[in-house]
């Protein structure tokens, strides 16, 4: 089993920033990929970025203000969300493709979310 925490939020002025971290633990082979969700009051689940092997995507909404990253050493992804706005608001969780052992076989698992909220 895996688990995935994620840590960061806050609450922070529109035009600040804040980084969100997700650390993976448990059974963990390789991290073939991962991303960041968000979900605000009302509204549905939607991407914010996510990283594969080859390919780094993002929302439109928050491209040139959020960066993805990750620590494969730690286990560890990253979410810099720069220039905030209150539209950003919402509770974000970390998503993770695990391989847990040499066999190609991905599982896929979820944080339990962390809130941000910007103010205007």
């Known amino acids: 089993q895996v688990q995935l925490v994620e840590s960061g939020g806050g609450l922070v002025q529109a035009g600040g920033s804040l980084r969100l971290s997700c650390v993976a633990s448990?059974?963990?082979?390789?991290?073939?990929?991962m991303g960041w969700y968000r979900q605000a009051p009302g509204k549905q689940r939607e991407l914010v970025a996510t990283s594969t092997l080859s390919s780094i995507n993002y929302a439109d909404s928050v491209k040139g203000r959020f960066a993805i990253s990750s620590d494969s050493a730690k286990n560890t992804m990253y979410l810099q969300m720069n220039s905030l706005r209150p539209e950003d608001t919402a509770v974000y969780y970390c998503?993770?493709?695990?391989?847990?052992?040499?066999?190609?076989?991905?599982?896929?698992?979820w944080g339990q979310g962390t809130q941000v909220t910007v103010s205007s």
């Open positions: 998503n993770a493709q695990v391989q847990q052992t040499r066999v190609p076989q991905t599982d896929n698992y």
């Open positions: 448990g059974r963990i082979f390789r991290i073939n990929a």
